[in-house]
DNA sequence: AAGCCTGTACACCGATCGGTTTCCTCTTGG
DNA sequence: CCAAGAGGAAACCGATCGGTGTACAGGCTT
């Protein structure tokens, strides 16, 4: 049996969701989500208002473990310095399995182009999560300017998704030495 | 009369592709961008085989320009260094404007998710044209490993596209700021 | 066993998709 | 002055869009 057997109809319909609106695109159609689901429109329209809901809630969901696979557990040790290019280093790794477009929270905003859209506020949360963690790091660093080295960490971060993305670059330990050298200048030992 | 009474159907076309691809995203109708640039469906489709073509070589035509606006001229003066900032600080100026959404080549990468599409090929194109350029700025400006700095600004370069594009970042002297640092690091008087 | 709640299956809605075709009106060259 | 071609308006194609309405099947509790 499929993996998805025994899981709930909801739960069926985010995994499938999350899998699909990454790999084909926000434009993917409700029937074929509600296929590729094993779930029937009658159902998701019962669970959820619209397709545009059923989209937020699937990358609500795929919050926390993105993070959790990026971030290292709040319990390992490891300087700031080594916490923050440990995101790097996780993110390269994930990059090297073909299926991987770069960051579906910013995939999701690029392809809405609408900040109001639902899903584009839980991506922004996201994204903004990231950032706080990262200023958080570099403040404990020692960065010299903590919120402004987070900026640009995000840049780099983002910058890679969306060449990942866009299949332009192979990130063979690019960002990793891009981050080494923004830390170098920032201070951060 | 509206700018666009006098040019031909196919201009009329083009700029309007350009124009509602970059706005709205690639899933915007045949229909809409027809009525807008003022041409039958008919004459589009004498024009070009299919909607794709049309996005295609609305790109293309708009990728010289792209390419003059971010770039100083060959004859003006300045240092490598000089140059590569200039590219930054153009695409800062750009940003400020409020329908600003990035690269428009990134952009339409990251929504087709097709590298293989006929206007991913004229978008990836742009890119490697803007790569080598910094790359070859790299060189002359004496850069320890140019093409390794050339991808870093790209990254840069498309992460702040991106994060515009997702109104995620305002750029108020970031990229050029993290730049600075890049070539600093990297050896770039 | 009766009633109920989930959920599926499937027809259906108007709208729009990319694309084609028909018809008609202009302009322009001979 | 008339023929020919270019191009616009709009009907039309089958398919799909997001979303509903209806009917039925299986598992609960009481």
Redesign the pocket.
């Known amino acids: 049996m499929a993996t998805t057997d025994k899981a709930?109809?909801?739960d069926r319909l985010l995994d499938a969701a999350a899998e699909l609106f990454y790999r084909d695109g926000v434009?993917?159609?409700?029937?074929?989500l509600c296929r590729s689901a094993?779930?029937?429109?009658?159902?998701m329209?019962?669970?959820f208002d619209?397709?545009?809901e059923v989209l937020a809630a699937s990358l609500e969901r795929r919050a926390p473990g993105y993070a959790a696979r990026l971030m290292p557990g709040p319990d390992d040790a490891g300087t700031p310095r080594e916490r923050i290019l440990y995101v790097f280093e996780q993110a390269e790794k994930a990059s090297a399995e073909p299926e991987y477009m770069g960051c579906p929270f910013l995939a999701a905003m690029v392809e809405l182009k609408d900040p109001e859209h639902p899903a584009s506020v839980v991506a922004r949360a996201a994204k903004e999560t990231l950032q706080e963690a990262f200023r958080v790091q570099a403040e404990l660093g020692g960065a010299a300017d903590p919120a402004l080295l987070a900026r640009q960490l995000m840049l780099v971060f983002d910058g890679a998704s969306a060449r990942a993305g866009a299949k332009l670059e192979s990130l063979d330990g690019l960002t990793v030495e891009t981050v080494r050298t923004l830390l170098d200048a920032a201070g951060v030992a």
């Open positions: 709930s109809p909801r434009s993917i159609g409700v029937e074929a094993g779930v029937s429109k009658r159902s329209y019962q669970l619209s397709k545009d």
